[in-house]
């Protein structure tokens, strides 16, 4: 019988940043060149963060834009191995948002490139299925708020105390 390996939990929290316009929606990717990959702007919590606290830094960070959280969406879980063959469990939460102001160009060098898609090509060009599940129901949701008429005003953004 092998030993039992232990499991590191971690979390991460992130955004589906979307905009609405006269040609649809459109949804903001992060990608990779070296690893062709196209992927939903998450990172880790910095210490004493809520997870709408590094939701909030991390998209910011990593696209170069002013966000603003809508609602929130649902998480993912996944399981991997460090080197070493440490397991991890890894849950991401996962908010819907929208940009204020900011500039993609100016985002950090975590990515090459941060694009707009429109939301079918976002889901099309997209690496990580869960992923593409994350955003299909932040589009629904994005969809309910145009029906009801709160998707182009903005509604009523959440920023949580103290974040600038």
Known sequence: MSPTRPISRLESAGGVVYRVGLGGTEVLLCGRTSQSLWALP????????????T???????ETGLEVVIREYICDIEYWFFLPGGERCHKTVYYYLMTHTGG?????????????WFPAPDALGTMTHQNEVR??????SMVAGQIRTGSGRSGGNPWRPSGYQ
């Open 42 to 53: 998450k990172g880790t919590p910095e210490k004493a963060e809520t997870r709408e606290q």
């Open 55 to 61: 939701a909030l830094r991390e998209v910011s960070e």
């Open 103 to 115: 500039d993609i160009s100016r985002h950090d060098s975590e990515f090459d490139d941060v694009q």
């Open 134 to 139: 994350v955003v299909e129901k932040g589009l």
